[in-house]
């Protein structure tokens, strides 16, 4: 995510501590189906041209079905994204090409932070989901498939800490 759209979500005197995108290996599926998807009409080139239009057009649709699927593994992963501020969270969910959600929590509202790992991959590779739990409208909020999950809830909760502590004293 560039600069100019970072400082755009953020308040006036408001600083940026960490941004948090899923794990790039989550998507390797995507890349390996995108890349079969490319290369595998290239191996059966002769068969299918042979066969004249119907071989040209198969070809040009498995070459676009492939190119389309690795845009938008991209896609979804560049625009995935969760900001922590000295001040709150503000997470950026790109759901699909079409549909995109943002949600924000200050700080003085969070009452639970916590993470899970679930599955063979997620241990192996260390990601995980970090769960923040609001008090007032008991919203949950879901950073999904992080890298270092235990990590990333601990420097949440730190800056949580920090941000109550600067705010008993103001």
């Not at 299918?48 to 040009?60: N, T």
């Not at 679930?118 to 241990?123: C, D, I, M, P, S």
Request: charged share 20%; proline share 2%.
């Amino acid at each position: 995510m560039s600069e100019k759209l970072l400082n755009k979500n953020l308040r006036a005197g408001e600083k940026l501590i960490e941004t948090y995108k899923e794990y790039f290996i989550v998507y390797w599926w995507h890349g390996v189906l995108s890349i079969v998807l490319i290369l595998l009409p290239f191996f059966f080139l002769y068969p299918l041209f042979s066969y004249r239009l119907w071989g040209i057009l198969a070809f040009m649709l498995f070459l676009t079905l492939g190119i389309i699927i690795g845009i938008r593994a991209f896609f979804l992963y560049n625009n995935n994204i969760f900001i922590v501020t000295d001040k709150r969270i503000l997470g950026c969910i790109q759901q699909g090409l079409f549909h995109k959600a943002v949600k924000e929590t200050d700080f003085d509202n969070i009452a639970e932070i916590s993470y899970n790992k679930k599955g063979l991959f997620a241990t192996i590779f260390n990601y995980g989901d970090i769960k923040i739990q609001t008090k007032n409208e008991g919203i949950n909020y879901r950073i999904r498939r992080v890298k270092n999950p235990d990590k990333v809830r601990e420097e949440i909760h730190h800056t949580q800490i920090q941000c109550l502590k600067q705010n008993a004293q103001n």
